[in-house]
């Protein structure tokens, strides 16, 4: 790849110290036609939270002006030994739920929501929330992942958690239609006061539950509400085929023609799951939307509760970008990002029947590119470009697990682990180096959280937050 031509020497923001120079790594970027491109022995200059450039070492210094260097950085990494890539993105997940990992396990979607979760949910406090969203940017950190999208409760105490712990995030506020008209208007009020919040690393979404939780009218209104102000919504549809079955029955449509007929289609909108889509009926009617719409995909979940996958391909023949999530640890008992591309690529293989489907580098491009755009983020993340933001993630590819490096694509989907992430950096701010996390107290946020515990998994008042019906 030819490297862009650096800005002038004579630009006086040259004439700037870099805040942070990133040197001797493998960059990953991306060609025109959003092609993956790996820059050898790159260097990353970054100033003001952005990238300034991301140039082969020779190139950069040829053209940088005199002076530039690591002695003209606030902050030098030495990267040899490591590719940097665009952070990951998490696209749905509900961190909070951390504090319920490995709490239901082996069981149906309906006995894990009904017996379990729900009526443990009810006992949710916000110090709890707090904790299990602090644990949960720290897992997160140390793999890699620089924004997540989450969807949850309590909401206000997740944005702070995002703001102390440097990351980047899109939040909504979940409601459903039996809180009445007030969850939606907490869900708006939320998404007002907290956007572009935490130096704009808040970014925030309209979250109704799903359609079989929130009824017609509610998600009409919320698609006007998203038009209004511009909003994207997040929420759960066709999350497995069961859902899809009982909402043809009940309503002689699909829950995608649900959100169709209300509206949702026509605005900004980000669906978890999907693996339950009628592929006839629905991809015809996402073809049709009007809004940008995108799927989120957390491969893990779908095998433990032994559902079918996200259609990926036909999705992506649709046009729809398809990013990668985990959802929660309460079902999936990991925020592990990197294990979802590893998945992917190979849960795809196997629903194909394809083994030449989906590719590695595929499976880069839904990692980085699409999962950027699937958050409505495409134009500010998910590339390592002069312009973008600097969240950045080193990985070591130096282990015996890892070595011979034959194709750096497949090393990095199929070799490497989210344990290889040696430095995190989101807007430019290093928030973990050579894996010392440097913005989350881990030991003392387990030992908070442990205390709470036993109130919050207690069953015995018979309460639920919502009826799980499919």
């Not at 951390?98 to 916000?126: K, Y």
């Not at 312009?387 to 697990?401: K, M, Q, S, Y």
Request: glycine residues 10%; aromatic residues 4%; proline residues 6%.
């Amino acid at each position: 790849m030819t490297p862009p031509p650096g800005p002038a020497a004579s630009d006086p923001a040259r004439a700037r110290p870099a805040d942070l120079l990133i040197t001797g790594c493998t960059a990953l970027t991306h060609g025109p036609q959003g092609e993956i491109v790996f820059i050898d022995d790159a260097t990353i200059v970054v100033r003001d939270g952005l990238i300034v450039s991301v140039t082969a070492s020779g190139a950069a210094t040829a053209g940088a002006g005199p002076g530039v260097g690591p002695e003209r950085a606030a902050e030098h990494i030495d990267g040899r030994g490591t590719v940097a890539l665009p952070g990951l993105v998490n696209c749905h997940t509900h961190t909070p739920m951390v504090a319920l990992r490995g709490l239901a396990e082996d069981l149906p979607a309906h006995a894990w929501f009904n017996e379990w979760i729900w009526p443990v949910e009810s006992n949710l406090t916000e110090r709890v929330v707090r904790l299990g969203a602090r644990l949960a940017c720290a897992e997160m950190i140390r793999g890699g992942v620089t924004t997540f999208a989450d969807h949850y409760f309590a909401m206000d105490a997740v944005a702070d958690v995002t703001e102390e712990s440097g990351l980047r995030a899109v939040l909504g506020q979940a409601y459903f239609s039996s809180q009445g008209p007030e969850g939606r208007a907490a869900s708006l009020d939320f998404a007002l006061r907290r956007r572009g919040t935490a130096g704009g690393r808040v970014t925030t979404c309209l979250a109704p539950h799903a359609p079989y939780t929130v009824d017609d009218a509610d998600l009409a209104a919320t698609a006007g509400l998203a038009r209004e102000h511009g909003l994207l919504v997040h929420l759960h549809a066709a999350e497995n085929r069961e859902q899809t079955d009982n909402s043809l029955a009940r309503h002689g449509r699909t829950p995608i023609e649900v959100l169709e007929q209300a509206g949702l289609l026509d605005v900004d909108l980000l669906i978890a799951h999907a693996t339950g889509l009628d592929t006839a009926r629905d991809l015809p009617a996402l073809r049709r939307a009007r809004g940008r719409v995108a799927v989120a995909s957390a491969p893990r979940g779908y095998l433990k509760f032994a559902w079918d996958t996200t259609p990926v391909r036909a999705l992506r023949e649709a046009g729809i970008p398809v990013g990668l999530a985990t959802d929660g640890a309460a079902s999936n008992n990991t925020l592990d990002v990197w294990e979802s591309m590893t998945l992917t690529a190979l849960v795809q293989k196997h629903a194909e029947h394809d083994p030449t489907w989906l590719t590695a580098r595929q499976a880069l491009d839904h990692a980085t590119r699409q999962s950027a755009r699937a958050v409505g983020l495409g134009e500010e993340i998910g590339s390592l470009a002069a312009g973008r933001r600097a969240d950045i993630v080193l990985v070591d590819v130096t282990g015996p697990h890892t070595q011979p490096v034959h194709d750096l694509a497949a090393t990095l989907v199929h070799s490497a682990r989210s344990a290889d992430v040696r430095t995190t950096v989101v807007d430019g701010r290093v928030l973990m180096r050579d894996r010392e996390l440097l913005t989350v107290d881990v030991p003392q946020t387990v030992r908070e959280l442990g205390e709470l515990l036993p109130e919050l998994v207690d069953r015995s008042h018979g309460r639920r937050v919502q009826e799980y019906e499919g």
